[in-house]
């Protein structure tokens, strides 16, 4: 049985600020129309002039819907199911990033993030969430695998969604800056927080590894999962920490990256292959060693079905190897799946890019869903605020962004970098909380053009990190 490609024809007509596009399926197929939403600025949750909206529908429609839901959840009417959990959750995600992006000069520095993480959290603390609603979105978040759900999707996605051939071919150039600023980060990170009292390897796994991460999916969210399972403990009791280091690094990030452009406007090399403007190989001729196809921003509903199941498949290997050889969390033996299948071919191609849309899916619209959950689910203020008046922590988080952002630079500059471009990706790339943390980033370097590569760095040292944090855990008291 064959079925003939899709086509997409754009035309010129606005509908609600968007373009609209007629998209015709297999052959005898019904065309339907596609609304594209995607905006200048990838990473954003919700990019373009779309109007007055909140959550991606219109701002009287998410009255309405948000109006329900409160009205369930005061009369104790508000039903405990996986459905239920998705709309509570993406309601308030889409309410705190609408507000965190009414701010013009703060939103750039991770403000729609920082409210979707704390501010829920900072209301159960204060009693000012119905307790239907924290009740449910408990559930959702744990009972029901919620989390399980987003970062088993972000990892098959990023993973099968990385071209073989830029795997093999610029892999052993790209992983010198990458894989030596772990390393140095890590080992240098135990040091410090040693020799100050933090401990070693508490420094490592509570400020390095979730700030390393390249993000929240495969950091703060996996980790405190992770070191629940090694310690017999909670969650909650080590998502506080985790959440608000890798927040506070994110802002490190950014003034770094502008630093950096100040430094270029100034037009001054400090020495050669220090700044190259722009430009991330100091040799001609390789650019496209390091190069990523297009995302696209199109997919069809049998295409995300067909990536569900194979992410879902991959997450049962992992459990069942993690059931037989219990020295690494399922997490692990995921990505290690995940990663043979890639260099081995043992996918069909089409089957391989319908799990990168599952993956873009994923993190492209439930990021601000998962950031609430885990906010309500996990985070305890009170933990929070210990952290954030502790000057050791604020320390040893700036060591880390520091750490990688120099280490990243002197590595890549010996294969051939230039050090600015190489010390922001994939050293601050990494140290930020990914997607809108990278554009962030990116925007206040003035090099967008360097996205390509702050997604090759997310989706190869994510992995990466949460791989080597799972070798580390089991030394955890």
Known sequence: MSTSPRTTEITSEPTDNATVETTSGPAGGVEHPVTRTAGPRPGTHYPGNQGFRIASVPAPLYLVLAGLVLAAALTGNLPDTMVVGFATTILLGGLFIWIGNLFPVVRDFGLPTILCTFVPATLVFLGWMPENIVSVVKNFVDGQGFLDFFVVGIIAGSILGMPRALLLKAGPRFAVPLIGCLIATFVLVGVIAALTGFGFVDGILFIAAPIMAGGLGVGALPMSKMYAAATGGDSATFMGDLMSAVVMANVVCILIAGIYNGLGK???????????????????????????????????????????????????????????????????????????????????????????????????????????????????????????????????????????????????????????????????????????????????????HLMPFAALTNRLGGALVLFVTSLIVPFLS
């Open 266 to 448: 100034r037009k001054k090399q400090l020495f050669v292959g220090f700044n190259g403007h722009g430009q991330l190989l100091r040799i001609t001729g390789r650019g496209g060693d390091l190069t990523l196809p297009p995302k696209r921003d199109t997919s069809s509903f049998i295409a995300l079905g067909k990536g569900l199941l194979i992410a879902g498949s991959l997450f049962v290997f992992g459990n069942l190897v993690a059931a037989f050889i219990p020295g690494l969390h399922p997490y692990a033996w995921t990505i290690i799946a995940a990663a043979v299948v890639k260099i081995f071919k043992l996918l069909p191609q089409d089957v391989e890019d319908s799990t990168a849309d599952w993956g873009d899916l994923i993190g492209t619209v439930l990021v601000p869903a998962l950031l609430v959950g885990v906010s309500i689910t996990y985070i305890d203020m009170t933990q929070v605020f210990a952290s954030l008046s502790n000057p050791l922590f604020i320390l040893l988080t700036i060591c880390t962004v520091i750490i990688a952002t120099l280490t990243s630079g002197f590595l890549g500059w010996l294969v051939k970098f230039n050090f600015v471009e190489a010390s922001i990706t994939p050293g601050l790339v990494m140290a930020d909380t990914g997607g809108s943390g990278d554009v962030s980033v990116l925007s206040a370097a003035n090099r967008m």
